[in-house]
C-alpha cells in the first residue's frame, strides 16, 4: 500500500494538471495538492514536488475533454476560484469523471461534482460581470489602461473578450489583487507585471498618467449617466445585486457614491 502523499506545483494550472498526471502515473495515494508557497507538511505524508510539465498538462487537458467539455470547463473555472483546498477536490472530481463511461451523467447528488460545479458557476458569473464592468482609460503613452479587484482570478477567462472587441486599440488590464495584467499591443498578447503607485481607480484624483481628454470623456460619460437616469425609478437593492458595491471604485460614473 502507498504511503500518503502531498504533491507540491507551482501554482499554475499547468502544474496543476501535471500534479494531476502525476498521480495517476505513478498511482499515488495522494493526500493533498498544494502550491508551492503555500504548502505545509503533513504530519504522517511524505511531500513531492511535482515539475510543471506541459505535454503531461496536455494529456490530462484531453483526457478530461474527450470525457466531456463541460467537465473540462468546470476544471478549468474552478481551479481559478482559487478556493481554499480546491485542488484536492478537483483530483477526486477528475477521479470519478474517468470512472465513467460516459462524463455527461456525472452524478451531481454527489457532494465533490456538485460542489466544482457550483464553484465553476460562480466563477463563470464573475467572468460576465467583468465583460461588463472595465472600465478603461487612455494612458499618455496611448495605451487604455483598466483596473481590476475580481473575487476569482478571472483575467486568463476575459482578455479573449477584450482582444476580440477592442482589436484596434492597445490595452492593459491590471488585477490589483493578484498584482499581474495582460497587455494587448494590437499583435499579441501577453502576462505583465506593474509596479502601480497612483495609478488606481476611476476618482476624483486625476492621475498625470492619463491623457487630458480622459478625464473630459468620463466627464461627458457621467453626464449621459445621470441623464438617463430616472429618479423615480430607481431601485437601490436591485441595482445593487446587477452591480455589486466592491465595483464601483473602478466604474467612472459611480465615482460620486464611493
Known sequence: ???????????????FLTAVFVAFDEKINVVDIQKNNQSQSGLFSDTETVFTHVEKAKRVWNGIRNKSH?????????????????????????????????????????????????????VGREKHRMEAFVRFQLTKDGIYFANIEPDFDVLPLISKHFRDRYADQKWLIYDVKRKYGIYYDLDHMEMVSLNLKDIHHNKTVKSDAFAPEEYEYQTLWNDYFKSTNIASRINPKLHTQHVPKRYWKYLSEKKEAV
Open 1 to 15: 500500500m502507498n504511503a500518503s502523499t502531498t504533491l507540491i506545483y507551482d501554482g499554475s494550472f499547468n502544474g
Open 70 to 122: 463541460n467537465a473540462i470547463s468546470n476544471v478549468y473555472f474552478a481551479f481559478l476560484s482559487e478556493a481554499e483546498g480546491v485542488e484536492l477536490m478537483l483530483y477526486t472530481y477528475i477521479q470519478k469523471l474517468m470512472r465513467t463511461q460516459n462524463g455527461k451523467y456525472l452524478d451531481y447528488s454527489d457532494s465533490t461534482v456538485l460542489y466544482i460545479a457550483q464553484l465553476a458557476k460562480k
